[in-house]
């Protein structure tokens, strides 16, 4: 896929209408640039992943912002300066990267300019021939993650060792793992087409578990309101999926003229979707972001402490459920999803303690949204460690929960991309290499998914399904009804890890490895990322079967399956940049 006015990162193709370059050279110059000085800007800007474009949004609509020393990059500081500094820029050494060299051009000749910058490129390319990428942390028994994998003297991979798999040592995975978010379900120029119209075919191929209608539209009502005939298309949606619908009642303006919100909104929603129609829906949520209402609204339209949203949620749980229980079937149980928070659960910027402290009782799922990076801020290196600095986060969140919620809740993320901006005008030349829809954001992608799988996550939900071109969002898995790399890594996680989730044992540095047993299945998957900058192979053991040695490229996603009565012939398919660079699906392999 390619996104309009975008980077793409298989090819290297630069914004602006820069000539193509590819290779080892465009890593070098995207690394360095992405990086900088380390530093987080000033203002992380326009931060809403779930409004339309400029030109799309209500005139009335708050934009919401983050302040840097409060976002960062959804995890601690600590993770994101990590994130940030943690690979070693080609041409450091010659003290010419980021914001410094920025700074001494302007001072320098025009010739000195010129042999320079000729220098610094030359030293970026050598550099980056030899360079490896770290490590994920992903898996037991990781190697060091600066360890670097070097081609063998035949030509062939070296082999980096073992990897061993033992089926009996999992963990049940959640039923509802794999989510997505029902956006865009506007009809923007009134001609009955939105970005979801005819996607069912794309999106039942990823086998998704539950589909999230929920975001800042769906809490404003705006620039439609989702009134009960987009209830209807969207419960008729997820079911031709086969997915369960999670539905979000909003705080802000009702979803039957756009006014006030109320309980009894709320528990009109309720009524309709569960006593009216007996669509039987399980899961829903109430508001969204409640952690950003203070910087778009007054005193009396939201909410803006977390004591005051959880005096709100308990109001609109009581009347949610007193509603679904009066449905004509006894009202089948219904689960409150929350805090839905943007950010703003992390030691020292937290909301979810409080909140859990006075809400406990009401909450059935816990539920944040993460988002780490901003346009301006994607790299390679932020997407090739997002595995370490997700379960970073996802250790301080599960602490928080332990401590502080009902025991037994578990925790979803119910909004999750490599970056919350849609804008492709966000993205910088070097960003763009690593934006939303690229096939470094699908590496991402099926890292999230490996990470939220062995944090046994109740479900783990992209933002979004589908758009109807890259020009309105960059952050769609499906654009003009054609799947991108994103969605293709999703699918090769989502469509083919099941029942129980394993830990692999031995894995080398700068590779994730994720598996699953499926004893109704008979089988064994494995997905393999390497994010090396050379292939290596690896002898994969899965416990008696004989050890299959399996080359994996550079920079490559590849899923492997075994059947137990057929171990010495494992299924293999993989997928690398050449492939997303020209918009073909995975390919199999064996």
């Known amino acids: 896929m390619q996104l309009a006015g975008v980077g793409d990162a298989a090819s290297g193709v630069l914004m602006g209408g820069a000539a193509p370059v590819s290779g080892p050279f465009v890593f070098a110059l995207a690394s360095a640039a992405a990086d900088g000085a380390g530093e987080v800007p000033a203002s992380l800007g326009p931060t809403r992943p779930l409004e339309p474009p400029a030109s799309k949004r209500s005139k009335t609509r708050p934009v919401v912002s983050h302040p840097a020393n409060e976002r960062a990059s959804n995890d601690s500081a600590t993770a994101f300066a990590s994130a940030r500094v943690g690979m070693a820029r080609p041409g450091a050494a010659f003290g010419f990267v980021g914001q410094d060299f920025e700074g001494r051009l302007p001072r320098m000749c025009p010739l000195l300019r010129l042999v320079t910058l000729a220098c610094f490129v030359a030293a970026a390319f050598i550099g980056c021939l030899s360079y490896s990428s770290p490590a994920s942390d992903a898996g037991a028994g990781a190697q060091d993650p600066d360890a670097t994998v070097a081609a063998s003297d035949d030509g062939g991979a070296t082999n980096l060792g073992t990897v061993t798999i033992a089926r009996d040592a999992g963990t049940p995975i959640s039923p509802l793992a794999f989510g997505q978010n029902y956006w865009d379900w506007v009809d923007w120029s009134a001609n009955g087409v939105t970005g979801l119209t005819g996607t069912e075919t794309l999106v039942g191929g990823i086998h998704l578990n539950v589909i999230r209608a929920g975001g800042n539209n769906n809490d404003t009502n705006s620039p439609q309101v989702f009134d009960t005939a987009q209830i209807d298309k969207f419960v008729a949606y997820c079911r031709t999926v086969g997915a369960e619908p999670i539905l979000q009642v909003p705080l802000i303006a009702n979803n039957v003229d756009g006014g006030a919100a109320s309980a009894q909104a709320a528990a009109d929603m309720v009524t309709y979707a569960n006593g009216t129609k007996g669509y039987g829906i399980k899961y829903w949520e109430i508001g969204n972001e409640p952690d950003l209402y203070s910087t778009a609204y007054d005193a009396g339209t939201a909410p803006l402490t977390a004591v005051d949203y959880c005096t709100q949620f308990h109001t ?17 149980p219904i689960q409150l999803l929350g805090p839905e928070l943007s950010y703003k659960y992390v030691p020292g910027n937290d909301w979810l303690t409080p909140f859990l402290d006075a809400c406990k009782s009401d909450v059935d799922v816990v539920t944040i949204h993460r988002y780490p990076f901003s346009g301006a801020q994607t790299s390679i290196n932020g997407a090739l460690q997002g595995a370490k600095a997700f379960q970073s986060t996802l250790t301080a969140v599960q602490a928080i929960v332990k401590a502080h919620a009902r025991p037994n809740t578990p925790l979803g993320v119910t909004e999750t991309n490599i970056s919350y901006d849609y804008d492709h005008t966000k993205y910088t030349t070097a960003s763009s290499v690593a934006a939303p829809g690229t096939f470094y954001a699908a590496l991402w992608t099926a890292d999230a998914l490996g990470v939220g799988l062995q944090n046994n996550l109740w479900t783990l939900a992209f933002w979004n399904l589908a758009e109807t071109s890259a020009a309105s969002s960059v952050l769609g898995f499906i654009v003009a009804d054609q799947g991108g790399p994103q969605y293709y890594a999703e699918q090769m996680v989502s469509a083919n890890l099941s029942g129980s989730v394993l830990t692999p044992a031995g894995v080398p540095g700068g590779f994730s490895i994720y598996a699953s047993y499926d004893p109704s299945k008979a089988s064994t ?12 192979s690896l002898t994969i053991a899965i416990d008696t079967f004989a050890p299959l040695s399996l080359d994996f490229p550079a920079t490559s996603l590849s899923l492997v399956q075994v059947a137990d009565g057929d171990a010495g012939s494992p299924h293999v398919v993989r997928y690398t940049a050449d492939l997303a660079t020209a918009s073909m699906p995975p390919q199999t392999i064996q």
């Not at 609109?316 to 089948?332: E, I, K, L």
């Not at 998957?525 to 290596?536: L, Q, Y």
Request: glycine share 10%; net charge positive; charged share 10%.
């Open 316 to 332: 609109y749980a009581a009347a949610m459920r007193a509603a679904n229980a009066a449905a004509a079937d006894g009202g089948a």
């Open 525 to 536: 998957s494995v997905v393999v990322i390497n994010k090396n900058t050379t292939s290596g």
